[in-house]
């Protein structure tokens, strides 16, 4: 993948679809855990709330493939896209001070979802301070 300096992930327990982007152009990756997690029902009298623990293989794949960014955007439906964060700020703090949103979206497409974050750099930057 050429280097572009833009990321966005957008993360459940199924699947990371990485899109790194310029203006004109963007590169796509698909990441999936290992072992993806079905949904898990809670039953009564037992412990704990029958949600499938954070797989760190899974989020280590993720953070490897956006190492190279220089700002990223995480987006997802639910938990995975904190829980990627989290993992991030503990095992990688470098790359975890690139991380400059996290944003609630259900299940764009591909097109939807790049337009989303070009939308959101773009009024990120005008809201940093300019050197110059």
């Known amino acids: 993948m050429p280097h572009h300096y833009h990321a966005v992930v957008?993360?459940?327990?199924?699947?990371?679809r990485i899109f790194k982007f310029s203006a004109t152009d963007a590169d796509k990756l698909v990441v999936h855990p290992q072992n993806p997690?079905?949904?898990?029902h809670h039953k009564a009298n037992s412990?704990?709330?029958g949600r499938a623990a954070p797989d760190p293989a899974y989020f280590d794949q993720?953070?490897?493939a956006i190492d190279e960014a220089g700002e990223i955007?995480?987006?997802?439906?639910?938990n995975a896209k904190l829980?990627?964060?989290?993992?991030?700020?503990?095992?990688?703090?470098?790359?975890a001070k690139k991380?400059?949103?996290?944003?609630?979206?259900?299940?764009?497409?591909?097109?939807?979802l790049t337009a989303h974050a070009r939308r959101y750099f773009t009024a990120a930057d005008r809201m940093r301070s300019q050197l110059g």
């Open 62 to 64: 993720v953070a490897n």
């Open 37 to 40: 997690h079905l949904h898990l």
């Open 83 to 95: 829980e990627l964060k989290q993992y991030i700020e503990r095992h990688r703090p470098q790359l």
């Open 73 to 78: 955007l995480i987006a997802g439906p639910a």
């Open 10 to 16: 957008w993360i459940d327990h199924h699947e990371a």
């Open 99 to 112: 991380i400059v949103g996290i944003e609630s979206v259900d299940h764009p497409t591909d097109g939807v």
């Open 47 to 49: 412990i704990g709330d």
